[in-house]
């Protein structure tokens, strides 16, 4: 059976840029306690005031990737769209790139969820279509918009200071002698669902969306993190999922070039790499510190600004691995 690569890599963050002291004006806060927790320095949010979406720097991102690829967007035959953030609760906002970025009405576009995980996830669904033949160039984004759905109260600053705004984008296509997705992993265990999770709006509640239920003190529609819940999680499953990506093509720590992991937060990530794998410093690629954490984009911004510094280039073994809400966690082993 034939295989996949990525052709293709763009991200996007908007211009703005909120640094850990800018918090304080909402937040108490500081810029030690969050260095010292999270390693992020600064994130990049939209404007406030709202008429941005995930769709919007999705689409600043695929242009970049489908120019990197040498493609246009008629060019693509499937749209996958990973997001916790989407501009609507439906459509999914694959379609609203799909009109944005000038992709042919018609050509199919699938929404993808698991959070933190999304990428890998989605990367995973494209292999599958490119491997059974089925599409030869398919668009792939991550992109989130978080900051307009923070909140900007001290109750809220564990959560609030961690997220920023961004997108990522791959084209995937055939592969070609130097590069192809070797493989990957998915897992999911719906136990931890509540653990890190966003309530509300929901189909549960009657009406689904009620002023009462947001209005006052409640919280429900902020996003909720059991944080050393998901630290607790977090460092076993990525290395896990890491481990098994190698295992399973019989190739060990040392003949990888890099792991780029979900930018959750440097602690997890350090821990990871070090403690438990081993890995030195310049075989872990972070950029937390200056991006936060973008979710289901984190990874393809990390990628993407990996390969524009030189740190890996085509035909390089590189292992993707993530953890997010759900929990879900995985892995995908690649020559770029
Ligand atoms: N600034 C200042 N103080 C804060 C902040 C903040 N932003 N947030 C919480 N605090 C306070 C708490 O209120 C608490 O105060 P108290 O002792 O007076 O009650 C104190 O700091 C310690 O709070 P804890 O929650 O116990 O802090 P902890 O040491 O566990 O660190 C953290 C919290 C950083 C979230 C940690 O649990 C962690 O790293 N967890 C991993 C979660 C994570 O990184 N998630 C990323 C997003 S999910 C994903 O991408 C998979």
């Known amino acids: 059976m034939r295989k ?48 941005i979406g995930s769709s919007d720097l999705g689409c600043e991102a695929s242009k970049r990737a489908l120019a990197d690829a040498g493609l246009e967007p008629k060019d693509i035959q499937m749209i996958i769209f990973a997001t916790l953030s989407p501009d609507h609760m439906f459509p999914g906002t694959g379609v609203f790139l799909q009109r944005k970025l000038g992709v042919p009405a018609g050509t199919a576009a699938l929404d993808v969820r698991q959070q933190c995980t999304g990428f890998i996830y989605g990367l995973s669904v494209a292999d ?6 089925m ?25 609030t200071v961690i997220f920023g705004d961004g997108a990522g984008a791959a084209v995937i296509t055939p592969a070609d002698e130097e ?17 890190l999770w966003l309530e509300y709006p929901s189909s549960k509640e009657h009406p689904q969306c009620g002023v009462e239920q947001i ?14 819940q998901v630290f607790k999680h977090a460092v076993p499953k990525m290395a896990e999922a890491v481990f098994e990506a190698l ?11 890099m792991l780029i992991p979900h930018q959750a937060n440097l602690r997890i990530n350090e821990y990871v790499a070090k403690q438990v794998l081993g890995l030195p410093d310049e ?36 292992c993707l691995a993530a953890f997010g809400a759900g929990f879900t966690w995985g892995s995908a082993l690649l020559r770029l």
Not at 140 to 152: F, I, M, P, W, Y
Not at 179 to 195: K, P, R, V, Y
């Open 4 to 51: 996949s690569r990525i052709a293709g890599l763009g991200s996007y963050v908007p211009e703005r840029i909120v640094t850990n002291d800018d918090l304080k004006q909402w937040v108490d806060t500081s810029d030690e306690w969050i260095q010292e927790r999270t390693g992020i320095k600064q994130r990049h949010w939209v404007p406030d005031g709202g008429g």
């Open 128 to 133: 599958q279509f490119i491997r059974t033949g």
């Open 135 to 159: 599409y030869d160039r398919i668009l792939l984004v991550g992109a989130e918009v978080h900051s307009s759905g923070l909140d900007r109260s001290t109750r809220g600053r564990d959560v």
């Open 179 to 195: 590069s192809q997705i070797i493989s990957t992993h998915l897992h999911a265990d719906g136990n931890f669902a509540e653990d």
């Open 215 to 228: 209005s006052g003190d409640h919280t429900r529609h902020f996003p909720k993190m059991k944080g050393r």
């Open 247 to 257: 295992a399973k093509n019989g190739v060990s720590l040392a003949d990888l070039k």
């Open 283 to 318: 075989k872990c690629f972070n950029n937390i510190d200056h991006v936060g954490n973008t979710t289901a984009a984190s990874i393809p911004l990390a990628l993407d600004e990996c390969r524009r510094l030189g740190k890996v280039q085509k035909g390089d073994l590189v």
